[in-house]
């Protein structure tokens, strides 16, 4: 292949697919990098969504020349970006994209030069609180690398030589500038993702191949890249990490509908908020990012100035708690995440059937130390529930169908296995969570399994979903795509949106007794949605107490427990 002088519209975007490739084969390793005291969830994971939004909207495209792929570039990575990483590199991408998209139609050695330079700016200008050691710090070193050779007047091939290079001794760095890298003993993850897009770069310019992750070491924190080494974890780091999360629980993030001349005010709101400031975007649109305790004030924010859409909030103590299980356990087998190595084993150890990453963590949370993908339409093997109760380091184990469907193929564990199995008969995830406020895993399976059937009793779960096709019931008929709300009884209202059944299967469940709704939110459901529910229960029950939790779960927009 013959080494490029200029980069047009089509090798901008075989640049950008390859960068996502690079994110794709790198995730994990990036992920086990991500020790913050309060990660973002994983860095790898939300880099690389991020990409696959921008090469979808790339798909897209009709006449795809340089200005309407930077464009595209940029209004992908805006709309797709994920935790703080994310947001950090959807204006990195824009950056570049203004550098890049000049009026000749080709990003030569200066160009390329000045377009990181402004990647660089961009990107510290939207952190509000700009700290060292991180991917910001890999971006400067990026952008002074291709700099100086530029200035020499070197090749396109040099100029990108030079800004991987720089970015390599930036990133190799990061443990010296940032105390929580150092005690961990690796680099910073955000800057070892955004080191691939040099790597990919270099693969367009002159054919070098992508490099290829190197097998994770025992801790699971190895070498990155020869000029980039991670280190060894050292034993107690990370419980000293969680020592520092000290408010700051949630992570809460939304797409902001507003004028540019409203975002400075609304970033001083902010900044008596929380911390992890993320504000990017442009031409009244807006990716924000926060880490706080007011979760309320974090979005009612947001209302003084425009309009909030798909907000996404994110307890991040449960993500510290979830990161360390899949950290310590590393190497375990098994489908679903390990149960903790460390410690003693407990007596009784319970094994959840759910599907959605936030249910997961919840889950998790609350003691499972094993969870099997499964649901409403996803119904788990028999093999499935025994090789998970299997890998369950206690001798008596609790499964949790938490689905009707599921809890005749549970019952048959016991048989296939030496261990003892209860299953605890929850048709529900509320019944699930609930079953678990009563877990005790010093006490035996068989008291376990009666405080837990008792508990899951106590809760009043409900559920949201769409009908699939045309149907009766005693709540009416139902015509496809009518929203259709569940109790234990079946169903027991049919609406015309999403919120309107939330609402009216709420009227159906809530009583005087209650004081505590619960709403995990799934995919379908939505920020206006959240909002008029969550408003019409303040107005209609005025002292029921409403939580919401981010679940993930397909088929049903919204899940209820009432207690």
């Known amino acids: 292949?013959?080494?490029?002088?200029?980069?047009?519209?089509?090798?901008?975007?075989?640049?950008?697919?390859?960068?996502?490739?690079?994110?794709?084969?790198?995730?994990?390793?990036?992920?086990?990098?991500?020790?913050?005291?309060?990660?973002?969830?994983?860095?790898?994971?939300?880099?690389?969504?991020?990409?696959?939004?921008?090469?979808?909207?790339?798909?897209?495209?009709?006449?795809?020349?340089?200005?309407?792929?930077?464009?595209?570039?940029?209004?992908?990575?805006?709309?797709g970006a994920r935790g703080n990483s994310g947001v950090i590199l959807s204006q990195l991408l824009r950056g570049l994209t203004e550098g890049v998209g000049g009026p000749t139609g080709q990003c030569g050695?200066?160009?390329?030069?000045?377009?990181?330079?402004?990647?660089?700016?961009?990107?510290?200008e939207a952190v509000m609180r700009p700290v060292e050691g991180t991917i910001l710090t890999v971006a400067r070193g990026a952008a002074d690398g291709a700099r100086s050779a530029a200035d020499a007047g070197k090749s396109l091939v040099d100029v990108a030589e030079?800004?991987?290079?720089?970015?390599?001794?930036?990133?190799?760095?990061?443990?010296?500038?940032?105390?929580?890298?150092?005690?961990?003993?690796?680099?910073?993850a955000g800057g070892t993702g955004y080191l691939l897009l040099f790597d990919a770069l270099l693969t367009v310019v002159d054919g070098r191949e992508m490099p290829s992750p190197p097998d994770a070491p025992e801790t699971n924190f190895g070498p990155v890249n020869p000029e980039a080494p991670g280190m060894a974890s050292p034993a107690g780091a990370l419980s000293d990490i969680d020592a520092e999360l000290a408010g700051l629980r949630y992570e809460v993030m939304y797409l902001l509908e507003a004028p540019d001349e409203a975002i400075p005010s609304f970033k001083e709101v902010w900044a008596g908020l929380g911390d992890s400031i993320v504000v990017v975007g442009g031409e009244s649109l807006w990716n924000c990012h926060i880490h706080t305790d007011d979760i309320g004030a974090a979005i009612e924010a947001s209302l003084d100035v425009g309009r909030p859409r798909t907000i996404r909030v994110t307890d991040l103590l449960e993500?510290?708690?979830?990161?360390?299980?899949?950290?310590?356990?590393?190497?375990?087998?098994?489908?679903?995440?390990?149960?903790?190595?460390?410690?003693?084993?407990?007596?009784?150890?319970?094994?959840?059937?759910?599907?959605?990453?936030?249910?997961?963590?919840?889950?998790?949370?609350?003691?499972?130390?094993?969870?099997?993908?499964?649901?409403q339409s996803m119904n788990p093997?028999?093999?499935?529930?025994?090789?998970?109760?299997?890998?369950?380091?206690?001798?008596e184990v609790i499964i949790l169908p938490n689905n009707g469907n599921i809890r005749p193929v549970a019952q048959r564990v016991n048989d296939l296995t030496d261990k003892k199995v209860w299953v605890v008969p929850t048709d529900t995830i509320a019944e699930g969570f609930a079953a678990l406020l009563a877990y005790d895993p010093e006490a035996h399976g068989e008291v376990n399994a009666r405080t837990m059937e008792s508990s899951s009793c106590k809760?009043?779960?409900?559920?949201?979903?769409?009908?699939?096709?045309?149907?009766?019931?005693?709540?009416?008929?139902?015509?496809?795509?009518d929203w259709l709300g569940l109790s234990r009884q079946g169903i027991e209202v049919v609406g015309p949106s999403v919120s309107e059944a939330a609402c009216a299967l709420l009227e159906v469940l809530i009583t005087d007794e209650h004081d505590l709704v619960t709403i995990i939110e799934g995919e379908g459901s939505g920020a206006a949605d959240t909002r008029r529910i969550t408003e019409w229960i303040k107005d209609r029950w005025p002292a029921v107490e409403t939580e919401v939790h981010h679940g993930g779960q397909p088929l049903y927009p919204y899940l209820f427990s009432i207690e």
């Not at 495209?61 to 200005?67: I, T, W």
């Not at 050695?109 to 510290?124: G, K």
């Not at 779960?461 to 139902?478: H, L, N, Q, W």
């Open 162 to 188: 030079a800004s991987r290079a720089g970015a390599a001794e930036a990133l190799a760095l990061t443990p010296t500038l940032l105390p929580v890298l150092e005690q961990a003993g690796v680099v910073d």
């Open 319 to 375: 993500q510290v708690e979830e990161e360390r299980w899949v950290r310590e356990g590393a190497g375990t087998e098994g489908s679903g995440p390990p149960e903790i190595p460390s410690g003693p084993v407990p007596i009784t150890g319970v094994v959840a059937v759910a599907t959605g990453e936030g249910i997961g963590r919840i889950f998790r949370s609350l003691g499972v130390q094993r969870l099997i993908a499964g649901g």
């Open 381 to 395: 093997s028999t093999a499935d529930l025994v090789e998970a109760v299997e890998a369950v380091r206690s001798d």
């Open 1 to 79: 292949m013959a080494v490029l002088d200029a980069l047009g519209a089509t090798e901008l975007n075989l640049v950008i697919t390859r960068f996502r490739d690079g994110l794709r084969s790198h995730q994990d390793l990036i992920n086990r990098l991500n020790v913050y005291p309060v990660p973002d969830g994983d860095t790898g994971t939300n880099m690389a969504l991020t990409l696959e939004s921008v090469t979808d909207e790339l798909d897209c495209l009709d006449s795809p020349d340089l200005e309407a792929t930077c464009k595209a570039i940029a209004h992908g990575s805006l709309m």
């Open 459 to 481: 809760v009043v779960p409900g559920e949201v979903t769409r009908a699939v096709r045309d149907s009766d019931c005693r709540a009416g008929p139902i015509v496809a795509g």
């Open 109 to 124: 050695p200066r160009e390329l030069s000045e377009a990181l330079d402004i990647a660089d700016r961009l990107a510290r």
